[in-house]
């Protein structure tokens, strides 16, 4: 018990700490620049530390390598991300747009989990209504929107290695929870009536 509760005030501590850094690196960025890309990114990783702190106590984690290090990938990369001098490929207005619906998408699915949500791939509750009637996991999709709109608006090589190995481990980290909830009944019932990961109608 006292190890969980070490692991779980850790995890905390680190989502806090990379927030806080992305932080001052965006509020900057937009002080310098007026763009409002970077701060609807800051909204939505926001909302992780928000809803990391008051999370309830999961029913089952997985704790083996492959969700340790995906996890860690997909929750370490985006705080990483840094606004520079490069020239947006799309206009600040048009990547802002996208931005926004993606982080429409994920307050929705965060509003809907409430204190379901969690870091790591565990059973917290099976959540089957609001965006979760469409795609199993509205919420990924919304950090995959605005990680694409955010590297439109900031096109650095550094800003596109970290969004391709954040968002493929935020990819596999979807499937492994799903292999967590596969064995509730109630979540095998769930994936009968909604077969899409990501993508209605792609993936």
Request: with cysteine; aromatic share 6%; glycine share 8%.
């Amino acid at each position: 018990m006292l190890r969980e509760a070490t692991r779980d005030l850790a995890a905390r501590a680190l989502v806090g700490g990379l927030f806080a850094l992305l932080s001052m690196n965006l509020l900057a960025d937009f002080m310098r620049t007026g763009h409002v890309t970077s701060l609807l990114l800051l909204v939505s990783e926001g909302l992780i530390v928000i809803l990391t702190v008051v999370r309830r106590r999961a029913q089952v984690i997985d704790r083996s390598t492959a969700a340790a290090v995906t996890t860690t990938l997909s929750i370490v990369g985006p705080p990483l991300l840094r606004a520079g001098e490069t020239p947006g490929l799309l206009p600040d207005a048009v990547t802002a747009i996208v931005s926004a619906a993606g982080l429409v998408l994920v307050i929705g699915g965060k509003m809907t989990l409430g204190r379901s949500f969690g870091i790591a791939p565990a059973n917290r509750g099976v959540v089957a209504r609001g965006p979760y009637l469409f795609v199993r996991h509205p919420i990924y999709a919304g950090y995959l929107i605005t990680h694409v709109a955010f590297l439109l608006a900031q096109p650095t090589g550094l800003n596109l290695l970290i969004v391709a190995v954040a968002d493929s481990a935020l990819i596999a980290r979807a499937l492994i929870e799903e292999r967590v909830l596969s064995v509730d009944v109630e979540y095998q019932t769930y994936c009968q009536r909604v077969a899409w990961h990501l993508v209605p109608g792609v993936f």
